[in-house]
């Protein structure tokens, strides 16, 4: 028993020690490289099923998916490169070229921001119990969002009560969850949700100016599950490629 859990903390410790500084352990050619890999797999995953929304002339797609992938793997500044051109140049080929210069913006700071907390909380020696804590914080915020938003919206098709029900619920599931996540999946989820806060913020404010508050507030639901999809599939993918990556 000794044994084996000494086995799994020199497990951890070496996925913590881990450096994805691409400054220092990679190329610039390499780095050129990855970064124009990524750029062009975040357009193809954003064209690839791209749903319109009519009412603000958005669409929900999985370009979320490699913004956070391009972020865990190589860092903020691949990541934010490959979120901000990689998702501008889906918007254009597919004929939202109006939006391309907001989604650069929106898009690259998400990459930007998961990278850069990623990273950070990889060096730290954070306990569990303090991952785990984030996350129940998160989870409840997203809880109280989710019976906002839901009541807002929907309330003539569902009480208010429900959507707080719901909720509550999902932010139940996630914090039951998080008890069985190890240390660096819970890294990964506390670097997501801000990055993809502030790539929902940033569309929000320009549907507000653009088409109204009930523009804005219509599409709000699906970049909250744009982001969710992205973040499930991009955690469950990342330990997988992990060990490839030169300077993992």
Same mark, same amino acid.
């Not at 881990?18 to 990855?34: C, D, E, F, Y």
């Not at 507030?217 to 992205?230: H, K, M, S, T, Y």
């Given at each position: 028993?000794?044994?084996?859990?000494?086995?799994?903390?020199?497990?951890?410790?070496?996925?913590?020690?881990?450096?994805?500084?691409?400054?220092?352990?990679?190329?610039?050619?390499?780095?050129?490289?990855?970064?124009?890999?990524?750029?062009?797999?975040?357009?193809?995953?954003?064209?690839?099923?791209?749903?319109?929304?009519?009412?603000?002339?958005?669409?929900?797609?999985?370009?979320?998916?490699?913004?956070?992938?391009?972020?865990?793997? $190589?860092?903020?500044?691949?990541?934010?490169?490959?979120?901000?051109?990689?998702?501008?140049?889906?918007?254009?080929?597919?004929?939202?070229?109006?939006?391309?210069?907001?989604?650069?913006?929106?898009?690259?700071?998400?990459?930007?921001?998961?990278?850069?907390?990623?990273?950070?909380?990889?060096?730290?020696?954070?306990?569990?119990?303090?991952?785990?804590?984030?996350?129940?914080?998160?989870?409840?915020?997203?809880?109280?969002?989710?019976?906002?938003?839901?009541?807002?919206?929907?309330?003539?098709?569902?009480?208010?009560? $429900?959507?707080?029900?719901?909720?509550?619920?999902?932010?139940?599931?996630?914090?039951?969850?998080?008890?069985?996540?190890?240390?660096?999946?819970?890294?990964?989820?506390?670097?997501?949700?801000?990055?993809?806060?502030?790539?929902?913020?940033?569309?929000?404010?320009?549907?507000?100016?653009?088409?109204?508050?009930?523009?804005?507030?219509?599409?709000?639901?699906?970049?909250?599950?744009?982001?969710?999809?992205?973040?499930?599939?991009?955690?469950?993918?990342?330990?997988?490629?992990?060990? $490839?990556?030169?300077?993992?």
């Amino acid at each position: 028993m000794e044994v084996s859990q000494q086995s799994n903390v020199e497990h951890t410790n070496a996925l913590q020690n881990r450096s994805v500084n691409t400054g220092k352990k990679m190329p610039l050619t390499l780095q050129i490289a990855l970064g124009s890999i990524m750029t062009a797999l975040t357009t193809v995953s954003t064209m690839i099923l791209a749903i319109p929304i009519p009412l603000t002339e958005g669409m929900f797609n999985f370009g979320e998916l490699m913004v956070f992938i391009s972020a865990i793997l $190589f860092g903020p500044i691949i990541g934010g490169f490959a979120g901000g051109v990689g998702s501008a140049m889906a918007d254009v080929f597919l004929n939202y070229a109006y939006y391309a210069p907001y989604t650069f913006i929106a898009k690259g700071l998400e990459g930007l921001i998961v990278g850069l907390i990623y990273q950070f909380l990889k060096k730290q020696q954070f306990s569990d119990k303090l991952i785990k804590m984030i996350i129940a914080i998160f989870s409840v915020i997203t809880s109280l969002l989710i019976g906002y938003i839901g009541s807002s919206l929907f309330s003539h098709l569902l009480s208010t009560t $429900f959507w707080y029900i719901i909720g509550a619920g999902i932010g139940s599931i996630i914090i039951i969850l998080s008890l069985f996540l190890n240390k660096m999946i819970g890294a990964k989820i506390i670097a997501i949700i801000p990055g993809g806060l502030v790539m929902i913020a940033t569309y929000f404010t320009v549907q507000y100016f653009t088409y109204g508050i009930a523009g804005a507030l219509f599409e709000l639901p699906f970049n909250f599950l744009q982001v969710i999809a992205g973040m499930i599939i991009a955690i469950s993918l990342t330990p997988f490629i992990e060990p $490839f990556i030169p300077g993992n």
